[in-house]
Protein backbone atom coordinates (compact mmCIF):
# COMPACT_ATOMS: atom_id res chain seq x y z
CA UNK A 1 0.00 0.00 0.00
CA UNK A 2 2.98 2.65 1.26
CA UNK A 3 4.80 1.51 -2.68
CA UNK A 4 5.27 4.99 -3.20
CA UNK A 5 7.07 5.54 -0.48
CA UNK A 6 9.54 2.78 -0.16
CA UNK A 7 11.78 3.39 -2.77
CA UNK A 8 12.07 7.04 -1.95
CA UNK A 9 13.68 5.66 1.33
CA UNK A 10 15.93 3.18 0.03
CA UNK A 11 17.15 5.72 -2.06
CA UNK A 12 17.35 8.11 0.37
CA UNK A 13 19.70 5.17 2.58
CA UNK A 14 22.30 4.62 -0.34
CA UNK A 15 22.23 8.14 -1.45
CA UNK A 16 22.62 10.00 1.97
CA UNK A 17 21.23 13.14 2.71
CA UNK A 18 21.38 15.24 -0.45
CA UNK A 19 19.18 11.75 -2.06
CA UNK A 20 17.04 12.09 1.13
CA UNK A 21 16.37 16.43 0.22
CA UNK A 22 15.89 15.71 -3.44
CA UNK A 23 13.17 12.89 -2.77
CA UNK A 24 11.63 15.04 -0.54
CA UNK A 25 11.55 18.37 -2.31
CA UNK A 26 10.50 16.09 -5.96
CA UNK A 27 7.39 14.47 -3.75
CA UNK A 28 4.07 15.42 -5.49
CA UNK A 29 2.42 17.96 -3.08
CA UNK A 30 -1.30 17.70 -2.60
CA UNK A 31 -2.08 14.58 -4.87
CA UNK A 32 -4.80 13.18 -2.76
CA UNK A 33 -4.46 10.11 -2.85
CA UNK A 34 -7.66 7.03 -3.32
CA UNK A 35 -7.64 5.64 0.26
CA UNK A 36 -7.75 8.71 2.18
CA UNK A 37 -10.54 10.68 0.14
CA UNK A 38 -12.47 7.50 0.45
CA UNK A 39 -11.90 7.03 3.99
CA UNK A 40 -13.27 10.71 4.15
CA UNK A 41 -16.40 10.48 1.99
CA UNK A 42 -17.10 7.53 3.68
CA UNK A 43 -17.09 9.46 7.18
CA UNK A 44 -18.66 12.33 5.61
CA UNK A 45 -21.45 10.18 4.27
CA UNK A 46 -21.97 12.37 1.33
CA UNK A 47 -21.76 15.68 3.51
CA UNK A 48 -19.36 18.46 2.69
CA UNK A 49 -16.84 18.80 4.53
CA UNK A 50 -15.27 21.86 5.25
CA UNK A 51 -11.96 22.95 5.75
CA UNK A 52 -11.47 25.18 9.17
CA UNK A 53 -12.17 25.56 12.44
CA UNK A 54 -10.44 22.03 13.32
CA UNK A 55 -6.39 23.07 14.15
CA UNK A 56 -3.87 19.32 13.91
CA UNK A 57 -0.79 20.26 16.19
CA UNK A 58 2.04 17.85 15.08
CA UNK A 59 5.78 18.59 14.64
CA UNK A 60 6.47 19.37 10.66
CA UNK A 61 9.36 17.07 10.97
CA UNK A 62 9.80 13.77 12.87
CA UNK A 63 12.66 11.67 13.28
CA UNK A 64 10.95 8.55 14.63
CA UNK A 65 7.60 7.49 13.05
CA UNK A 66 6.66 4.86 16.01
CA UNK A 67 5.43 7.82 18.09
CA UNK A 68 4.40 10.64 16.85
CA UNK A 69 2.75 13.80 19.06
CA UNK A 70 -0.51 14.81 18.16
CA UNK A 71 -3.02 17.52 19.53
CA UNK A 72 -6.05 18.17 17.60
CA UNK A 73 -8.43 21.14 18.62
CA UNK A 74 -11.88 22.88 17.67
CA UNK A 75 -13.22 25.87 17.57
CA UNK A 76 -16.45 25.36 19.72
CA UNK A 77 -18.14 26.85 22.37
CA UNK A 78 -19.03 23.57 23.61
CA UNK A 79 -22.66 24.41 25.10
CA UNK A 80 -25.93 21.75 25.13
CA UNK A 81 -26.48 23.82 21.71
CA UNK A 82 -23.25 23.72 20.37
CA UNK A 83 -21.05 21.38 20.80
CA UNK A 84 -18.54 19.09 18.34
CA UNK A 85 -19.78 15.43 18.07
CA UNK A 86 -16.84 13.76 16.82
CA UNK A 87 -13.32 14.16 16.16
CA UNK A 88 -11.74 12.01 13.54
CA UNK A 89 -8.06 11.50 12.48
CA UNK A 90 -7.10 10.10 9.18
CA UNK A 91 -3.76 9.59 7.26
CA UNK A 92 -2.72 9.72 3.17
CA UNK A 93 -0.02 7.07 3.54
CA UNK A 94 -0.51 3.94 6.30
CA UNK A 95 -1.64 1.11 4.73
CA UNK A 96 -4.80 2.05 6.46
CA UNK A 97 -6.37 5.63 6.41
CA UNK A 98 -7.60 5.59 9.84
CA UNK A 99 -6.21 6.77 12.53
CA UNK A 100 -8.52 7.68 15.77
CA UNK A 101 -12.39 8.44 15.69
CA UNK A 102 -13.49 10.12 19.00
CA UNK A 103 -16.82 10.69 20.65
CA UNK A 104 -17.16 13.07 22.86
CA UNK A 105 -19.84 16.29 23.37
CA UNK A 106 -20.74 18.85 25.46
CA UNK A 107 -19.49 17.29 28.72
CA UNK A 108 -16.28 17.58 27.41
CA UNK A 109 -16.16 21.13 28.11
CA UNK A 110 -13.69 21.64 25.21
CA UNK A 111 -12.85 19.96 22.21
CA UNK A 112 -9.41 18.95 22.35
CA UNK A 113 -7.86 15.41 21.74
CA UNK A 114 -4.34 14.02 21.76
CA UNK A 115 -2.34 10.82 21.03
CA UNK A 116 0.59 9.93 19.89
CA UNK A 117 0.46 7.98 16.25
CA UNK A 118 2.66 5.58 13.97
CA UNK A 119 3.60 7.14 10.55
CA UNK A 120 4.56 5.10 7.71
CA UNK A 121 6.39 7.75 5.98
CA UNK A 122 5.80 11.32 5.03
CA UNK A 123 2.53 12.34 4.32
CA UNK A 124 -0.58 14.71 5.06
CA UNK A 125 -2.99 14.56 8.30
CA UNK A 126 -6.38 15.23 8.26
CA UNK A 127 -8.59 15.80 11.23
CA UNK A 128 -12.21 16.25 10.53
CA UNK A 129 -14.48 17.39 13.51
CA UNK A 130 -18.63 16.80 13.20
CA UNK A 131 -20.88 19.34 15.17
CA UNK A 132 -23.98 19.37 16.80
CA UNK A 133 -25.81 20.74 13.77
CA UNK A 134 -24.31 17.60 11.36
CA UNK A 135 -21.72 19.92 9.50
CA UNK A 136 -18.29 18.76 9.10
CA UNK A 137 -15.25 20.71 9.44
CA UNK A 138 -11.24 20.09 8.58
CA UNK A 139 -7.85 20.82 9.20
CA UNK A 140 -4.72 19.47 7.80
CA UNK A 141 -0.88 19.15 8.57
CA UNK A 142 1.87 18.09 6.47
CA UNK A 143 4.60 15.98 8.70
CA UNK A 144 8.18 14.66 7.09
CA UNK A 145 9.32 11.90 8.67
CA UNK A 146 12.64 10.28 8.43
CA UNK A 147 12.09 6.72 10.00
CA UNK A 148 9.41 5.12 9.00
CA UNK A 149 7.03 2.93 11.33
CA UNK A 150 4.04 0.24 11.06
CA UNK A 151 5.70 -1.55 7.43
CA UNK A 152 9.22 -2.42 8.39
CA UNK A 153 10.26 -4.94 11.13
CA UNK B 1 -2.96 -6.96 33.78
CA UNK B 2 -1.37 -4.18 31.40
CA UNK B 3 0.32 -1.43 33.55
CA UNK B 4 -1.99 1.76 33.23
CA UNK B 5 -0.94 5.77 33.96
CA UNK B 6 -4.01 7.49 34.84
CA UNK B 7 -3.80 11.24 35.48
CA UNK B 8 -7.09 12.15 36.78
CA UNK B 9 -7.22 15.60 39.16
CA UNK B 10 -8.19 14.16 42.67
CA UNK B 11 -10.76 16.89 43.35
CA UNK B 12 -11.87 20.05 40.88
CA UNK B 13 -14.43 22.98 41.43
CA UNK B 14 -17.78 22.41 39.93
CA UNK B 15 -18.01 23.24 36.25
CA UNK B 16 -14.08 23.08 36.35
CA UNK B 17 -13.08 22.12 32.82
CA UNK B 18 -10.10 18.91 34.09
CA UNK B 19 -7.70 17.54 31.70
CA UNK B 20 -7.43 13.34 31.31
CA UNK B 21 -4.76 11.64 30.44
CA UNK B 22 -4.68 8.10 29.94
CA UNK B 23 -1.71 5.79 28.84
CA UNK B 24 -2.00 1.87 28.94
CA UNK B 25 0.60 -0.52 28.25
CA UNK B 26 0.43 -2.41 25.40
CA UNK B 27 2.21 -3.98 21.64
CA UNK B 28 -0.15 -2.47 19.35
CA UNK B 29 0.97 -4.49 16.99
CA UNK B 30 -0.33 -3.42 13.20
CA UNK B 31 -0.22 -6.51 11.14
CA UNK B 32 1.25 -4.53 8.61
CA UNK B 33 5.46 -5.44 10.09
CA UNK B 34 7.19 -8.85 9.40
CA UNK B 35 8.10 -10.77 12.51
CA UNK B 36 11.96 -12.86 12.71
CA UNK B 37 11.02 -15.34 10.63
CA UNK B 38 9.50 -13.10 7.56
CA UNK B 39 5.90 -13.57 8.31
CA UNK B 40 3.52 -10.76 9.29
CA UNK B 41 2.98 -10.83 12.63
CA UNK B 42 -1.18 -11.05 13.37
CA UNK B 43 -2.45 -7.92 13.75
CA UNK B 44 -2.92 -6.93 18.03
CA UNK B 45 -4.46 -3.35 19.27
CA UNK B 46 -6.62 -2.37 21.21
CA UNK B 47 -9.62 -0.89 19.53
CA UNK B 48 -11.68 0.98 22.11
CA UNK B 49 -11.36 3.70 24.95
CA UNK B 50 -14.05 4.49 27.00
CA UNK B 51 -14.82 6.62 29.62
CA UNK B 52 -17.45 7.16 32.05
CA UNK B 53 -18.38 9.89 34.39
CA UNK B 54 -20.47 8.07 36.72
CA UNK B 55 -22.93 5.98 34.58
CA UNK B 56 -22.55 8.71 31.90
CA UNK B 57 -20.08 8.14 28.72
CA UNK B 58 -18.44 11.17 28.06
CA UNK B 59 -15.47 10.05 26.05
CA UNK B 60 -14.70 6.93 23.77
CA UNK B 61 -12.50 6.51 20.74
CA UNK B 62 -12.31 3.70 18.00
CA UNK B 63 -8.21 3.68 17.66
CA UNK B 64 -6.42 2.28 14.79
CA UNK B 65 -3.01 0.20 14.05
CA UNK B 66 -1.81 3.92 13.25
CA UNK B 67 -1.76 4.64 17.20
CA UNK B 68 1.02 3.85 19.03
CA UNK B 69 2.29 1.56 21.15
CA UNK B 70 1.42 1.90 24.57
CA UNK B 71 -1.82 4.11 23.48
CA UNK B 72 -1.69 7.62 24.98
CA UNK B 73 -5.18 9.49 25.01
CA UNK B 74 -5.75 12.50 26.42
CA UNK B 75 -9.06 14.62 26.81
CA UNK B 76 -10.93 17.40 29.07
CA UNK B 77 -14.70 16.61 31.25
CA UNK B 78 -16.41 19.27 32.84
CA UNK B 79 -16.54 18.28 36.99
CA UNK B 80 -19.98 18.18 37.64
CA UNK B 81 -20.29 16.63 40.69
CA UNK B 82 -18.17 14.07 43.21
CA UNK B 83 -18.24 10.32 40.97
CA UNK B 84 -15.91 7.35 39.79
CA UNK B 85 -15.02 7.38 36.88
CA UNK B 86 -14.17 4.45 35.07
CA UNK B 87 -11.87 3.57 31.84
CA UNK B 88 -12.04 0.58 30.00
CA UNK B 89 -9.80 -0.39 27.34
CA UNK B 90 -11.13 -3.22 24.90
CA UNK B 91 -9.38 -5.14 21.96
CA UNK B 92 -8.35 -7.73 19.99
CA UNK B 93 -7.82 -11.45 21.42
CA UNK B 94 -9.93 -10.29 24.52
CA UNK B 95 -8.33 -7.77 25.80
CA UNK B 96 -10.00 -5.78 28.33
CA UNK B 97 -9.19 -3.38 31.14
CA UNK B 98 -10.70 -1.41 33.41
CA UNK B 99 -9.75 1.25 35.64
CA UNK B 100 -11.70 3.62 38.28
CA UNK B 101 -10.65 6.74 39.75
CA UNK B 102 -12.63 8.93 42.43
CA UNK B 103 -13.41 12.36 41.65
CA UNK B 104 -14.46 14.60 44.05
CA UNK B 105 -16.11 18.06 43.15
CA UNK B 106 -16.29 20.75 45.65
Do not use: K
Not at chain 1, 84 to 94: G, L, P, T, Y
Not at chain 1, 131 to 142: F, P, R, T, V, Y
Not at chain 2, 46 to 65: D, K, M, S, T
Request: contains cysteine; glycine residues 8%; proline residues 6%.
Amino acid sequence: MSERGAPGRWMAGRRGLGGLLAVTLVRPVAAERLPLSEALRSHAGGAAIREGRVTLEIPPLVENGNTVPLLVSVESPMTEADFVRSIAVFNERNPQPNVITAQIGPRAGRARLSTRIRLATSQRIVAVAEMSDGSLWSGSAEVIVTLAACVEG
Amino acid sequence: MARVLLNVPRSAARGEVIEIRALIQHEMETGYRPGANGEVLPRDIIRRFVCRYGNEVVFQAELFPAISANPFISFTTVATESATLTFHWSGDNGFAQTETRVLAVT
